[in-house]
């Protein structure tokens, strides 16, 4: 029908088309007009269903392709638990749609068999949360077997009896668990065994301590050799293949463990364990370099007896592993020993002492090694003390004037003076002498008179232990002529200075007494050591008189009993002991060209000794047990009863009694008028009160900061010791006040103080 309407429409005009039009039934038209727009409605619904449903499912797929990466253990709980909800056709959906729209019925949801009740959101979220803490605390439990002290006995039975390789493995694994336990277990970690308790802990790391060693030596047949032979590794045992794989672990876990603990107790034990283990961690040598690292680490930073068996051990890593250990070992304990002497105190001294004498051991086990370094060093140092020669700044003389400058110098004297003879390191003790003097001749002004001392110190040293001529007393009798000990202290300390840990003194600190008394001590100390070390030459007499002119002088001059008294006793036994060495030469009989003989004779000399060097020996031991004291805290044992008493210095001031309250108050009794206004003035208000004085503390910084423009000038000789008269001139003028009143006491002391002075004068001093 509908083709004839539209050929016979072709045909008609338009008068026969709008005839037609208004003949035709309007019914059938709208009925099929109607029919092809719900049709077409009908069409277009479909499609936009279907473009729904669609995205609907992609955005599921999508939601839950999120879900998978972001939580992959919910994932595989839906997997296992409720596949439906991930495994759905999406097929299915599609042809249903495409089948037409009357089949829309067939593609509702259809619901479970098994309902579930409905819940908020808020509790649906916290049961799901809740799920996976059981989940995961499942997986822990499923993760290993608990370790039981049951289990830990056992195992130490049959490794004690029968030294079972299955219970060997076992602990070392449990133990590899107790580490991880101990740091902090990652989530990849899986182990055979888990660890849970402070007590199975305990007991895991007691027996891997105490049974695994022992079996293992059992198993290899290792005997024990003698200290003087080199102990053979463990590898060369027949059965090392057996045990390589548990002693490759084990050892790898006890350095994590020495890493993760604190307590220094612990540390011990645990160090004197890698002590035993040291020939099996020979065996793997890539270990055996991280181990030293941590070894080197705690003999740098840790407790006193922490640091000494980890010395222990790194010592004996480099003598069974020399070739391969010694030179790395070096040069990362030469680099923490200089990092940690930055800072030096009564407390950090005794570590750097030791952490010297340490290093000094290691050096002397390859002298030929030992040279390379140490001429470079020694050379770094001095191309430091060029530089702050040339270049005359702050920055490079502070490079020069530190603390690690001069424990660097220390450590270089120690270990030349503790090889010799070495003809391999000889060589550098010229070098190493012209260091120590520039570094002393680099800024001689009293500031850093500290600094001079332990340079001195250690060419004393050097001279000593190498019987080399170093000539130091003019570095000592220097000082006698730049200081004016009998000029009057304008401050007053309670606290001695200790030299021993102080490179410079503040202008404040070289105003006070105890300034003066601390170098009269350091004098005292440093020139008998000097003329103890060649009181038995040969040429003695002739080496000590400038000195003894000089230190005449000085006693002249001075007018302080208590530093006569000191000088005046060097004075005395320098006298003695160039009498007898006098003596001694007369008796001798061989040429003086003959240099044999003249060694000889030094050597009979030393032997049989001096009045010197007798006189030292007795005062050093009382010096070294003061200096014991001072360290264990002041503690003296005082009494010369049966029973010794322990007197300790107790802190703060003394609290007065009724006794000292009343002779306190019959002092001012007579004073009371006098005060009365003082005491009208304390009820007056604060504001109507006079202003008092405010006391200028004097800020003693015995830190070491920076230089004075005054010592920048003085640097590299262009400061003389004319600068330093000129600034004693100055010093000397501000007083002369104070010296002039005083002038009446000393003209009455003089006369005393001169025949106390003739007496010690020399018979053929004809200018005096």
């Not at 086990?365 to 370094?373: A, W």
Request: a negative charge.
């Amino acid at each position: 029908m509908a083709v004839r309407r539209e050929r016979n429409l072709a045909a008609m005009s338009v008068d026969d088309f709008m005839k037609t039009g208004l003949d035709t039934d309007s019914d059938d038209s709208k009925g099929e007009e109607s029919d092809t727009s719900s049709v077409d409605d009908e069409k277009k619904n479909a499609t936009r269903h279907k473009g729904a449903k669609k995205s609907k499912v992609a955005k599921h797929k999508q939601s839950l392709q999120k879900l998978k990466e972001s939580d992959p253990e919910f994932y595989e709980f839906l997997q296992t638990e409720d596949q439906t909800l991930l495994n759905f056709d999406a097929s299915e959906s599609d042809t249903s749609e495409e089948e037409g729209i009357e089949e829309d019925s067939d593609d509702v949801h259809k619901l479970p068999k098994k309902l579930q009740v409905a819940s908020d959101d808020s509790e649906a979220s916290s049961t799901d949360d809740g799920e996976n803490e059981t989940v995961q605390k499942k997986e822990k439990k499923t993760k290993g077997i608990q370790v039981t002290l049951k289990m830990i006995n056992h195992w130490s039975n049959l490794i004690q009896e029968t030294g079972s390789l299955a219970c060997i493995h076992n602990a070392v694994t449990a133990f590899k668990s107790a580490v991880q336990q101990a740091g902090g277990a990652s989530e990849g970690d899986v182990t055979k065994y888990r660890v849970e308790g402070s007590g199975v802990f305990n007991a895991v790391v007691r027996l891997c301590i105490t049974d695994l060693l022992p079996a293992w030596q059992k198993i290899l047949k290792l005997q024990e050799t003698k200290s003087n032979k080199k102990q053979a590794l463990p590898s060369t045992g027949k059965k090392w293949s057996k045990i390589r794989n548990d002693v490759k672990a084990y050892v790898t876990d006890m350095i994590q463990l020495m890493s993760e603990l604190v307590d220094p107790s612990i540390v011990n034990v645990i160090l004197k364990h890698i002590h035993n283990l040291v020939p099996y961690y020979a065996c793997f040598p890539k270990l055996t370099k991280v181990l030293l690292k941590k070894l080197i680490s705690v003999w740098s930073t840790g407790e006193e007896s922490s640091r000494i068996l980890a010395f222990l051990s790194i010592n004996k890593i480099t003598r069974l592993m020399q070739g391969a250990m010694l030179e790395p070992c070096l040069k990362q304990m030469y680099m923490a020993y200089v990092k940690n002497c930055k800072f030096t105190s009564p407390t950090t001294l005794p570590m750097i002492n030791f952490m010297q004498r340490a290093l000094v051991e290691m050096f002397a086990i390859d002298v030929n090694l030992t040279y390379q370094y140490a001429f470079i060093y020694i050379r770094q140092l001095a191309i430091h003390l060029r530089n702050a020669i040339t270049v005359k700044k702050k920055e490079t003389c502070q490079s020069v004037y530190n603390w690690q400058y001069i424990h660097c110098l220390y450590l270089w004297a120690r270990l030349l003076s503790t090889v010799y003879p070495s003809d391999t390191l000889e060589p550098l003790i010229y070098p190493l002498t012209q260091t120590i003097v520039g570094t002393i001749k680099l800024v001689p002004t009293a500031k850093f008179y500290p600094l001079r001392f332990h340079c001195v110190r250690t060419l004393n040293m050097l001279s000593d232990a190498t019987n080399t001529f170093i000539p130091v007393l003019p570095f000592l009798l220097e000082v006698f002529e730049v200081t004016d000990f009998n000029k009057r202290h304008t401050g007053a300390s309670f606290k001695p200075f200790n030299f021993a840990c102080i490179l410079k003194l503040s202008k404040a600190q070289l105003q006070e007494k105890s300034f003066r008394d601390g170098v009269v001590d350091q004098l005292y100390d440093l020139l008998l050591e000097q003329f103890r070390i060649h009181s038995h030459s040969i040429g003695f007499p002739e080496l000590a008189l400038p000195a003894v002119i000089q230190i005449k002088d000085f006693l002249k001059k001075c007018k302080v009993a208590n530093y006569t008294k000191q000088i005046k006793q060097i004075l005395e036994k320098v006298e003695e002991a160039s009498k007898i060495i006098n003596l001694r030469r007369k008796a001798a009989t061989f040429d003086l060209r003959d240099c044999k003989a003249v060694d000889a004779w030094e050597i009979k000399s030393k032997e049989e000794g001096t009045p010197l060097s007798v006189f030292y020996t007795n005062w050093r031991k009382l010096r070294d047990r003061e200096l014991q004291f001072e360290i264990a805290g002041k503690e003296r044992i005082v009494g010369d009863d049966h029973l010794p008493r322990i007197e300790r210095q107790r802190g703060g001031p003394r609290k007065a009694g009724p006794e000292d309250r009343k002779e306190f108050a019959e002092l001012f009794e007579s004073a009371s008028d006098d005060d009365s206004g003082d005491d009208k003035m304390r009820f007056k208000p604060r504001e109507e009160r006079p202003k008092k004085r405010k006391k200028v503390e004097e800020q003693d910084s015995e830190e070491y900061s920076d230089f004075d423009d005054e010592e920048l000038d003085k640097l590299a000789g262009s400061g003389e010791d004319s600068g330093e008269k000129e600034e004693d001139g100055d010093d000397s003028s501000s007083s002369e006040d104070e010296d002039e009143d005083q002038a009446e006491e000393e003209d009455a002391d003089e006369d005393d103080a001169e025949d106390i002075v003739e007496d010690f004068e020399m018979s053929s001093d004809d200018d005096d």
